[in-house]
């Protein structure tokens, strides 16, 4: 069993920051990849970054490019999403989320352990 912790959402103005965390308990990490998705308000929950655990190889949504960073902490067993210049439209709730495949997926159904989400929102 896995489970999974996330924290670090808030209220933020817009071109703000805010960082993401999602500890990990359970299972090792080490031939897994973690992703955050995140899902608005009657929308469908979208990918947001993804990395593989083993050499931090990462991917990200067109629209978070450039923007959002993704990285992990083995000793820690957490994975960050480094969020800057934050735009109303990031507004969701954030999930991270555990894949048992060894390579970035976008997929939701990919991903066997999700948190529990935090809220994001970004004022204008």
């Known amino acids: 069993q896995v489970q999974l912790v996330e924290s670090g959402g808030g209220l933020v103005q817009a071109g703000g920051s805010l960082r993401l965390s999602c500890a990990a308990s359970?299972?090792?990490?080490?031939?897994?990849?973690m992703g955050w998705f995140r899902q608005a308000p009657g929308k469908e929950r979208e990918f947001v970054a993804a990395?593989?655990?083993?050499?931090?190889?990462?991917y990200y949504t067109d629209s978070v490019k450039g923007r959002f960073t993704i990285s992990r902490d083995n000793a820690k067993n957490t994975v960050h999403l480094q969020m800057n210049s934050l735009k109303p439209e990031d507004t969701a709730v954030y999930y991270c989320?555990?894949?048992?495949?060894?390579?970035?997926?976008?997929?939701?159904?990919?991903?066997?352990?999700w948190g529990q989400g935090t809220q994001v929102t970004v004022s204008s």
């Open positions: 989320a555990k894949s048992p495949y060894p390579y970035c997926t976008v997929v939701p159904v990919d991903y066997d352990y």
């Open positions: 359970g299972r090792t990490f080490s031939s897994y990849a």
């Open positions: 990395i593989i655990w083993s050499d931090s190889t990462t």
